[in-house]
Nanobody, 115 residues
């Protein structure tokens, strides 16, 4: 299984970015997909996740600003990030969990928000 993430980059505070992550390979059945991030010098943390039934979960830091969505037919998850802040600067990792509770990670995409 491979997770290919894209969409990171440099943006000014208040701007927007959209991250995409496509899963490919021998995917059994996906339970959930989501995004984690690791700010410089900090531990990895959940940003948002969405289950196969569409149930979403957001970290408090992104509520009202970030929207996660999923295209089950394409095994793709998206993260729309609006009103970005410098503290959103991090490497963002795509995550997938299958129904056997196997975890898979993408390679990470850097998001830098300048003040």
């Amino acid at each position: 299984v491979q997770l290919q993430a894209s969409g990171g980059g440099l943006v000014q505070a208040g701007g927007s970015l959209r991250l995409s992550c496509a899963a490919s390979g021998s995917i059994f059945r996906i339970n959930s997909m989501g995004w984690y991030r690791q700010p410089p010098g900090k531990e990895r943390e959940l940003v948002a996740s969405v289950t196969s039934s569409g149930r979403t979960n957001y970290a408090d830091s992104g509520k009202g600003r970030f929207t996660i969505s999923r295209d089950n037919a394409k095994n793709t998850v998206y993260l729309q990030m609006n009103s970005l802040k410098p503290e959103d600067t991090a490497v963002y990792y795509c995550h997938m969990r299958d129904i056997n509770w196997n975890d898979y990670w993408g390679q990470g995409t850097l998001v830098t928000v300048s003040s």
